[in-house]
T-cell receptor
Framework: DQQVKQNSPSLSVQEGRISILNCDYTNSMFDYFLWYKKYPAEGPTFLISISSIKDKNEDGRFTVFLNKSAKHLSLHIVPSQPGDSAVYFC?????????????FGKGTKLSVIP | DAGITQSPRHKVTETGTPVTLRCHQTENHRYMYWYRQDPGHGLRLIHYSYGVKDTDKGEVSDGYSVSRSKTEDFLLTLESATSSQTSVYFCAIKSPVALRGRGGTEAFFGQGTRLTVV
């Protein structure tokens, strides 16, 4: 039973355009959401997060949107750059559970074409 | 960058042998996690620790055990390695205290250990 779903295994975008990565979740107890970026042969690196009390968080070229009623979040990258090519993981946490563990989606491989 | 070191970085072992992976941190964070990454599955939690000698199971804990005798070290042991445990293993650390005003629940990952069981 997958609690965090990234339904697009891959996405290709032209350099300079917007990349939109989507994530859905089923557990209504999740109240903190994160995006991680992963290059081959490296560990995941934290990119941006959002608390359930917000619907948007922005950090430079990266913006995360949260729609709690739809249990959906998205990561927007504008403008996309070739260095953004990586696997992006959506993760969610129930901060009230005490373990602070993250539940991850399967990832979306983003390819930014020069 | 968070100070997390995983060792070894690569290992090939035979089916049926015990294997121990080590995660060492210099951040003094309370929470430590072991994840495995497999194609088509993303990152799945194996075990985690919320303090010295305090550990609990994650989603895919069968065939694995962990120990944490010191704050800085979290060991993952495959009791008797099987081919299904061929994977990339990641250690992560987290502080329960909000860091840099961000809410405090982001985890920092090590570089990973690629384990092949033949």
């Amino acid at each position: 039973d997958q609690q965090v779903k990234q339904n697009s295994p891959s996405l290709s975008v032209q350099e300079g355009r917007i990349s939109i990565l989507n994530c859905d979740y089923t557990n209504s107890m999740f109240d903190y959401f994160l995006w991680y970026k992963k290059y081959p042969a490296e560990g995941p690196t934290f990119l941006i997060s959002i608390s359930s009390i917000k619907d948007k968080n922005e950090d430079g070229r990266f913006t995360v949107f949260l729609n709690k009623s739809a249990k959906h979040l998205s990561l927007h990258i504008v403008p996309s750059q070739p260095g953004d090519s990586a696997v992006y993981f959506c993760a969610a946490s129930d901060t009230g559970a005490g373990s602070y563990q993250l539940t991850f989606g399967k990832g979306t491989k983003l390819s930014v074409i020069p | 960058d968070a100070g997390i070191t995983q060792s070894p970085r690569h290992k090939v072992t035979e089916t049926g042998t015990p294997v121990t992976l080590r995660c060492h941190q210099t951040e003094n964070h309370r929470y430590m996690y072991w994840y495995r990454q497999d194609p088509g599955h993303g990152l799945r939690l194996i075990h985690y620790s919320y303090g010295v000698k305090d550990t609990d199971k994650g989603e895919v804990s069968d065939g694995y055990s962990v120990s944490r005798s010191k704050t800085e070290d979290f060991l993952l042991t495959l009791e008797s390695a099987t081919s299904s445990q061929t994977s990339v293993y990641f250690c992560a650390i987290k502080s329960p205290v909000a860091l840099r005003g961000r809410g405090g629940t982001e985890a920092f990952f090590g570089q990973g250990t690629r384990l092949t069981v033949v």
